[in-house]
Nanobody
């Protein structure tokens, strides 16, 4: 069982930056997929960025060039650096992990094995 705990969410003005962290109790030894997802108010959860054990990274078009996903294996922590934040980035942000590579779970990220409880990001205009 893997526990994920997000932190770093806050309320900031448009144009600001935040760094989210996701601490894991353990990482799968290989072949894993890690990701950040968000659920804006009144909308469905959506993919933000994913990173797999081979280093492959994907970003949603809406965040490309503004957000950066990274991880520190030694600290078992996933990060999401968010710059040039916009009001439409307002959402609950979740991290997730799966023991399979991202290319396999990409068809349905909602089925990923482990999810955190989320951290709220609010961007004011």
């Amino acid at each position: 069982q893997v526990e994920l705990v997000e932190s770093g969410g806050s309320s900031v003005p448009s144009g600001g930056s935040l760094r989210l962290s996701c601490a894991a109790s353990a990482y799968p030894k290989s072949g894993y997929c890690l990701g950040w997802f968000r659920q804006p108010p009144g909308k469905e959860r959506e993919e933000v960025a994913t990173l797999d054990s081979d280093g492959a990274i994907t970003y949603a078009d809406s965040v490309k060039g503004r957000f950066t996903i990274s991880h520190d294996n030694a600290k078992k922590t996933l990060y999401l650096q968010m710059n040039s934040l916009k009001p439409e980035d307002t959402a609950m942000y979740y991290c997730a992990a799966d023991v399979l590579p991202c290319e396999i779970v990409a068809s349905d990220y909602s089925g990923m094995d482990y999810w955190g409880k989320g951290t709220q990001v609010t961007i004011s205009s």
